[in-house]
């Protein structure tokens, strides 16, 4: 099995039973959005330490923990999944805890570390004049540009500070971007 040496933050005790079924890893469980002062004593700890991922849900409550963690922690790495490797049940149940093991492996293995200054790489023009800000089909590109570089899905603003925090080349960009039009161009 993969030993993970830095500490995984996730949400609960659940997510933590899905960490380990993947891989051998510590974790820090935040027991919900409250990111508190004692918490970040804790994660500020292991990241110097250990260093510390970030491995919250792709929702709206794992975005506010994966920021407000990011902003009094820097240099935490980050790791993603979609929401549709997120997703189980019927009742259309989100989170880390419903990942398969192979998901979580792949996703801990594609880890970013977030640069507190981060180097120019793709403009705010080049998202709008691409469709991924202000544009009919923003949100979809977004998404799925998101899933190929591995960082994500947010808003247009928060994809902007992603690509540049997490160092995305233009190339990588254009790549990525190539591939989903080629994708739009086949679903006509």
């Known amino acids: 099995m ?65 920021k407000a963690i990011s902003q009094q922690v820097p240099g ?29 492996r792949q996703s801990l293995e594609n880890v970013y570390t977030e640069s507190t200054h981060p180097e120019p790489s793709v403009s705010y023009n080049t998202l709008i004049e691409n469709g991924l800000i202000g544009g009919r089909k923003s949100k979809i590109r977004r998404e799925r540009i998101g899933e190929i570089l591995n960082i994500g899905y947010t ?13 995305v080349t233009e190339i990588e960009f254009e790549s990525a971007l190539k591939q989903v039009l080629q994708e739009e161009d086949n679903e006509c």
């Open 76 to 104: 935490c790495k980050h790791a993603f999944i979609t929401k549709q490797q997120g997703f189980k049940g019927r009742h259309q149940s989100l989170g880390i805890e419903h990942a398969t093991p192979d998901i979580i």
């Open 2 to 66: 993969v030993y993970i040496k830095e500490m995984i933050v996730v949400e609960g005790k659940s997510d933590t039973i899905a960490i380990n079924n993947a891989v051998q890893a510590d974790t820090i469980e935040t027991n919900g959005s409250d990111v508190n002062d004692r918490l970040i004593r804790v994660i500020k700890r292991a990241q110097h330490k250990r260093g510390v991922i970030i491995f919250t849900d792709p929702d709206i409550p794992g975005e506010k923990i994966r």
């Open 155 to 167: 808003n247009g603003k928060q994809f902007y500070k992603r690509l540049r925090a997490f160092h």
